[in-house]
């Protein structure tokens, strides 16, 4: 089965630091990846949708210059936090799909927590 | 807000006992998708059921789909503690079938 994988699994950084986060499909070329944020106990919220070799497309309200995106890869697509804040503490889940557009497959998510 | 809405928030039952969770969502669909996630997880895809389907079956879950009440159910028989887990509805928009909005889950326990 399709397999994407996050690196890392947990981080945590101080107030002001930026931090990245990968996404990866292990098995099958991504054409399109999304990134979510999930609050505890909450639902999953769309934050941007990317394509390879193009600018990532940002949900309403979501500030592009302070979550970057990058999707360099058909494999690799990355998110970095820049300037966290605790209020950024969340669990970041991203996943990917091969442009069918009938199934996403998920990574097994960030938690990411800023002092 | 497009999220949709689940119902149960949270459901707790025997292992053995059936477990129905509903889903509503308020756009025009292609297809309605149900994930499990376990708790600090990312999301196991469960099961894709298409706008002109009513019914679905995957081993022990069924699921429905009523689009004129933007509706759809997910039923897990005979529940097992390992389905303990939260699970959400997935729904597409039928002009932008890549986006999925999630509705709000239902976290269920199954006690042994």
């Known amino acids: 089965g399709a397999v994407v994988s996050q690196h890392p699994s947990w981080v945590i950084c101080k107030s002001g630091t930026s931090v990245k986060i990968e996404c990866r499909s292990l098995d099958f070329q991504a054409t399109t990846m999304f990134w979510y944020r999930q609050f505890p106990k909450q639902s999953l919220m769309l934050m941007a949708t990317?394509?390879?070799?193009?600018?990532?497309?940002?949900e309403q309200g979501v500030e592009k210059d302070k979550f970057l995106i990058n999707h360099a890869s058909l494999t690799l697509s990355t998110l970095t936090v820049t300037s966290a804040h605790p209020e950024d503490s969340s669990f970041y889940i991203c996943?990917?799909?091969?442009?069918?557009?009938?199934?996403?497959?998920f990574g097994p998510g960030t938690r990411l927590t800023v002092l | 807000s497009q999220q949709g809405e689940e119902d149960p928030q949270a459901l707790s039952i025997q292992e053995g006992e059936n477990a129905t969770m509903n889903c509503s969502y308020k756009?025009?669909?292609?297809?309605l998708q149900w994930y499990r996630q376990n708790s600090g997880r990312g999301l196991v895809h469960l099961i894709l059921i298409r706008s002109n389907e009513r019914e679905k079956h995957s081993g022990r879950l069924r699921v429905t789909l009523d689009t004129s009440k933007k509706s759809s159910s997910l039923l897990i028989t005979a529940s097992r503690a390992a389905d303990t887990a939260s699970y959400f509805c997935a729904t597409d928009k039928a002009y932008n079938t890549d986006k999925l909005i999630f509705g709000t889950g239902t976290r269920l326990q199954v006690f042994p």
């Open positions: 990317s394509n390879e070799g193009s600018k990532a497309t940002y």
């Open positions: 756009t025009s669909i292609n297809n």
């Open positions: 996943s990917a799909s091969s442009g069918r557009r009938d199934t996403q497959y």
